[in-house]
């Protein structure tokens, strides 16, 4: 769009219906931008798939969708195992090289023990109150959340497109990432 | 006059911690006529200020109080638009 003053290619001033029309115009532009505004934009990129990390991009996905936000969740690598219908039931919790575990590494570090250390992280989130993964995805669909797979990491995983929860997003790559990314208030990498 | 006189509807998610309140909320109001007035009841000690919160960052919803009743916290969001 011209920035430039309309005048007359003798270089008259402009008459009063040409500047009538500009203002029209200028009017209708800040209204467009008024619009955009109204809504605010978020962008997460969801790059973790163990259970603990699975949460943080859904809890504020759902919340921020709560807000009327205008909210897509881009998942790849391991995130996109989060929409993946079977394995989001059976995301872990990993005990070795985790500090925040009450167990030295090598203990950590024997058979069963990332299954035992899920299992006691999910018995604390029933008793809290907290959702569970399944809950907060659907949640998330439901207030119209955009939760994108990743199409390149789909075929490199080699998943089926049907795998996912329905009303996922498929069919997208980084470029559709970074237009949303560009377009939003708030990026996030997670 | 408090708030809670005019209750329309009442959401209680007793129990639920960290978004749950809120996203309820959120789908509870969509359902109160204009001008209604929707109590949350709440054990999540959060919600108080995510609550408050949302209804600072969300256009047609007004909080009009909130309360703490012993183990619960209690929010009166009013729907104006």
Not at chain 1, 22 to 48: H, N, W
Not at chain 1, 64 to 88: C, M, N, P, Q, R
Not at chain 1, 136 to 150: H, K, P
Request: hydrophobic share 40%; proline share 4%.
């Amino acid at each position: 769009m011209s920035t430039e003053p309309s005048s007359t290619a003798d270089g008259a001033p402009p008459s009063a219906a040409e500047l009538q029309a500009r203002v029209e115009e200028l009017e209708e532009t800040v209204a467009d931008l008024d619009a955009d505004d109204a809504q605010q934009k978020m962008t997460i990129v969801a790059t973790q798939g163990t259970f603990d990390m699975a949460y943080p991009p859904l809890i504020l996905a759902s919340t921020a969708a709560a807000f009327g936000w205008d909210v897509v969740v881009f998942h790849t690598f391991w995130g996109l195992d989060i929409l993946h219908e079977e394995k989001s039931q059976n995301l872990q919790l990993s005990a070795v090289g985790n500090p925040n575990m009450p167990m030295p590494n090598a203990l950590a570090a024997l058979p069963g023990m990332d299954r035992l250390a899920t299992r006691m992280m999910e018995n604390r989130i029933d008793d809290n109150g907290t959702a569970t993964i399944e809950e907060l995805i659907d949640l998330s669909l439901e207030q119209g959340v955009d939760l994108q797979a990743c199409q390149m990491t789909i075929e490199l995983m080699e998943y089926d497109e049907d795998d996912f929860y329905d009303d996922v997003t498929v069919g997208v790559g980084a470029a559709t990432a970074l237009q949303h990314m560009a377009e939003s208030d708030i990026q996030l990498l997670v | 006059m408090s708030a809670n006189d005019d209750v329309t509807e009442t959401l209680d998610v007793k129990g639920a911690s960290c978004p749950m309140p809120v996203v309820k909320t959120k789908s509870a109001i969509d359902d109160v006529p204009e001008g209604g007035v929707l109590e949350v009841l709440s054990t999540d000690k959060g919600s108080m200020s995510d609550i408050d919160g949302w209804a600072a960052g969300t256009s047609g919803v007004e909080l009009l109080e909130q309360v703490e009743d012993g183990d619960v916290y209690k929010h009166y969001v009013e729907k104006t638009a």
